[in-house]
């Protein structure tokens, strides 16, 4: 069964504060992907990785970084964790296109920043 | 970049009716996928689509792509209490881009 596992599922940080949330593919796709929901916001996305230590920014990426060290982790670093950044983080990951293109998800981490 | 606009945001629909929601571009999509995901999940794919007027059906739920690429549509027949959730069209783009529209949150009546 593919999976695509977050570290946490529920987080609580202080504001300022550096925040790691990780993901852990064990499908060995290419690319993965990073997103923030939000109520009435749909998925947007933060950043994405289609190699091993490349990475692309997304629509918002301010105020977020990654790491791709590993094909099968994707990490979302969180440099100085603010109030507005509270919010649903969905990792996921998927194959490279023109190949089948199906995005997994990961179950979530819902971070809230105090 | 390219970006994809869903509506209607929300839509109520009584159990056994029907109901449609859309996907619109302004510019023309290589492909668009579907995914549902509900109360408390997390999205999971439900089908692709590249060609033009291409239309696809899953049992209840028919899927049609535009002719001029444009937009796309997701039709459910027959409402049940298990189709509650958001549905969200995607878009790949360059490089592998993934980019999600805003979602139509569907509740039933019933």
């Known amino acids: 069964d593919v999976k695509v596992t977050q570290s946490s599922r529920y987080l609580v940080k202080r504001t300022g504060e550096k925040v790691f949330l990780e993901c852990v593919q064990d499908m060995d796709h290419e690319n993965m992907f990073w997103y923030r929901q939000d109520p009435g916001l749909g998925l947007r996305l933060i950043y994405f990785?289609?190699?091993?230590?490349?990475?692309e920014k997304g629509d918002i990426p301010e105020g977020y970084s990654v790491s791709r060290e590993k094909k099968e982790r994707f990490s979302l670093i969180l440099e100085s964790a603010s109030t507005n950044q509270t919010s649903m983080y969905l990792c996921?990951?998927?194959?490279?296109?023109?190949?089948?293109?199906?995005?997994?998800f990961g179950q979530g981490t819902r971070l809230t920043v105090v | 970049g390219q970006q994809v606009m869903q509506i209607p945001q929300y839509q109520h629909v009584q159990e056994g009716e029907d109901f449609t929601t859309y996907c619109n571009s302004s510019t023309t999509l290589s492909n668009i996928q579907w995914y549902k995901q509900r109360p408390g999940g997390h999205p999971v794919f439900l089908i692709q689509l590249v060609k033009s007027g291409e239309v696809k059906k899953q049992k209840r739920l028919t899927f049609q792509f535009g002719e001029a690429k444009k937009n796309s549509s997701l039709h459910i027949t027959a409402t049940q209490t298990t189709d509650v959730g958001t549905y969200f069209c995607?878009?790949?783009?360059?490089?592998?881009?993934?980019?999600f529209g805003g979602g139509t949150r569907v509740l039933v009546k019933p």
């Open positions: 990785s289609y190699d091993v230590k490349m990475k």
């Open positions: 996921a990951s998927s194959l490279p296109w023109p190949r089948n293109t199906e995005a997994f």
């Open positions: 995607a878009l790949r783009g360059a490089g592998n881009k993934l980019t």
